[in-house]
């Protein structure tokens, strides 16, 4: 399994990025998968969820109304469209992929999590 991360950078606030994750070694559309994040200083924290034909996606509180994720299951791509960043969006950011197949359900917990890349730094100027 090999999950690869892009499209980090700094930005000012207001600013928007659109990460990238592409996904390899296992069958990428039978799997839910996340982005997770890790602030300086704090825990992994799950940001948000995508189910395996993109029927139903998930956010943390946090990034409601303002992230958007997506996948292409064709290209073995997962994104994270963020816009209106703020400065407490700033975090390593990771694709995740859930550990069982077929999971119809959304995982908030990053234990739930057994592959995940080597993260895209994103920093958000204030």
């Known amino acids: 399994v090999r999950l690869v991360e892009s499209g980090g950078g700094v930005v000012q606030t207001g600013g928007s990025l659109t990460l990238s994750c592409a996904a390899s070694g296992f069958t990428f559309s039978h799997y839910y998968m996340s982005w997770l994040r890790r602030a300086p200083g704090k825990g992994l924290e799950w940001v948000s969820g995508?189910?395996?034909?993109?029927?139903?996606?998930r956010y943390v509180d946090s990034v409601k109304g303002r992230f958007t994720i997506s996948r292409d299951n064709a290209k073995n791509t997962l994104y994270l469209q963020m816009d209106s960043l703020k400065p407490e969006d700033t975090a390593v950011y990771y694709c995740?992929?859930?550990?069982?197949?077929?999971?119809?359900?959304?995982?908030?917990?990053?234990?739930?999590?057994?592959?995940w890349g080597q993260g895209t730094q994103v920093t958000v100027s204030s």
């Open positions: 995740a992929k859930y550990k069982n197949r077929y999971y119809t359900d959304t995982s908030y917990d990053t234990k739930d999590y057994d592959y």
């Open positions: 995508i189910s395996t034909g993109s029927s139903s996606t």
